[in-house]
């Protein structure tokens, strides 16, 4: 995993920030990097414009509170991380924030997961900032245990043909690595496909072949996909404990319920379109699986994205 520089905290001073700044800062001081936090809130009305200043002077110290406790239960000095807190109102926050990215160069955007409950899926500003952000966007979700029993996951796909497909596949496993190493010290590592032999020629369609017969295609099928994924994972050059989770299924069905049955608390995961329309990344599998997880997540976007806020503002 690439060392993170300048990393963005957005904060919406409306909740518990604990959770998702002891992530921030945790991550920031293992990578020397500076942060700010950046509290959006909507637009003050024009009626009560006299309390603008009074509202995000109050935004601004509520989350200052919050740093201050996370700094002491991670032991951090003043002078161990370069901290700054701004607050910013207006509308759409998400193209706010990535503006920010953009001219700023932020190289890592953290924020608690939206809404008051956050057991599953993401509401509508984190996944605004998962389709058009350009940096890689860590949403917390709330982890009790220490780090050393925080276990880290990551999907991976090796039918990758495309170049940005590929470079992307490895710099999850690359980026998971490191995480999980600073974490419990096992990658999870989560790659499955919906073949389609029993739904379609098993059921469907009236063959001379026998059962014994599709279940051999469908092992060699299976075989074959977890060839190309030890031949992906040895590429990257990751080494560690593995626990390889493989299995013909449907992504969206199965990366939730194993992430569910094993509890695992970070999901490493890349969001690829293959539409050709730049800044379109999001396919309806990875919207259903993203709906659907219980944990945090850490989103990358292939090298070669174009943010269409970026274009959108040309």
Same mark, same amino acid.
């Given at each position: 995993?690439?060392?993170?520089?300048?990393?963005?905290? =957005?904060? !919406?001073?409306?909740? @518990?920030?604990?959770?998702? $700044?002891?992530?921030?800062?945790?991550?920031? %001081? &293992?990578?020397?990097?500076?942060?700010?936090?950046?509290?959006?809130?909507?637009?003050?009305?024009?009626?009560?414009?006299?309390?603008?200043?009074?509202?995000?002077?109050?935004?601004?110290?509520?989350?200052?509170?919050?740093?201050?406790?996370?700094?002491?239960?991670?032991?951090?000095?003043?002078?161990?991380?370069?901290?700054?807190?701004?607050?910013?109102?207006?509308?759409?926050?998400?193209?706010? =924030?990535? !503006?920010?990215?953009? @001219?700023?160069?932020?190289? $890592?955007?953290?924020?608690?997961?939206?809404? %008051? &409950?956050?057991?599953?899926?993401?509401?509508?500003?984190?996944?605004?900032?998962?389709?058009?952000?350009?940096?890689?966007?860590?949403?917390?979700?709330?982890?009790?245990?220490?780090?050393?029993?925080?276990?880290?996951?990551?999907?991976?796909?090796?039918?990758?043909?495309?170049?940005?497909?590929?470079?992307?596949?490895?710099?999850?496993?690359?980026?998971?690595?490191?995480?999980?190493?600073?974490?419990?010290?096992?990658?999870?590592?989560?790659?499955?496909?919906?073949?389609?032999?029993?739904?379609?020629?098993?059921? &469907?369609?009236?063959?001379?072949?026998?059962?014994?017969?599709?279940?051999?295609?469908?092992?060699?099928?299976?075989?074959?996909?977890?060839?190309?994924?030890?031949?992906?994972?040895?590429?990257?050059?990751?080494?560690?404990?593995?626990?390889?989770?493989?299995?013909?299924?449907?992504?969206?069905?199965?990366?939730?319920?194993?992430?569910?049955?094993?509890?695992?608390?970070?999901?490493?995961?890349?969001?690829?379109?293959?539409?050709?329309?730049?800044?379109?990344?999001?396919?309806?599998?990875?919207?259903?699986?993203?709906?659907?997880?219980?944990?945090?997540?850490?989103?990358?976007?292939?090298?070669?994205?174009?943010?269409?806020?970026?274009?959108?503002?040309?």
């Amino acid at each position: 995993m690439q060392n993170f520089h300048n990393i963005l905290y =957005v904060s !919406h001073a409306t909740g @518990d920030e604990d959770s998702g $700044l002891l992530q921030a800062l945790a991550i920031a %001081r &293992n990578n020397h990097a500076a942060v700010k936090v950046l509290v959006v809130c909507p637009a003050i009305p024009e009626d009560f414009e006299d309390y603008s200043q009074l509202c995000m002077d109050a935004l601004a110290q509520r989350v200052q509170q919050s740093l201050n406790t996370v700094r002491e239960r991670l032991n951090l000095a003043e002078d161990q991380l370069a901290l700054e807190v701004e607050t910013d109102c207006g509308s759409r926050p998400a193209e706010r =924030v990535i !503006h920010r990215v953009l @001219d700023d160069g932020y190289d $890592l955007v953290i924020k608690n997961v939206e809404g %008051r &409950n956050r057991r599953k899926g993401f509401k509508a500003m984190d996944m605004e900032l998962l389709r058009k952000c350009p940096c890689p966007v860590w949403l917390c979700r709330p982890i009790t245990d220490s780090h050393k029993k925080i276990d880290v996951a990551v999907a991976v796909d090796p039918e990758c043909d495309e170049a940005s497909a590929y470079d992307l596949a490895i710099r999850l496993l690359r980026w998971s690595r490191t995480l999980a190493d600073t974490c419990s010290g096992e990658l999870h590592i989560i790659s499955c496909w919906d073949y389609d032999v029993d739904e379609y020629l098993r059921h &469907n369609f009236p063959l001379s072949a026998s059962d014994e017969e599709l279940d051999k295609a469908t092992e060699a099928a299976r075989s074959k996909h977890r060839s190309k994924l030890d031949v992906l994972i040895h590429a990257s050059g990751i080494g560690g404990k593995l626990d390889i989770n493989h299995a013909i299924a449907r992504p969206d069905r199965y990366i939730p319920l194993l992430i569910e049955e094993k509890k695992f608390d970070i999901l490493v995961m890349g969001t690829v379109g293959r539409t050709g329309i730049p800044g379109f990344i999001m396919g309806n599998t990875a919207e259903n699986i993203l709906q659907k997880i219980s944990c945090s997540l850490l989103a990358l976007k292939p090298g070669d994205f174009v943010s269409p806020v970026r274009e959108g503002s040309d």
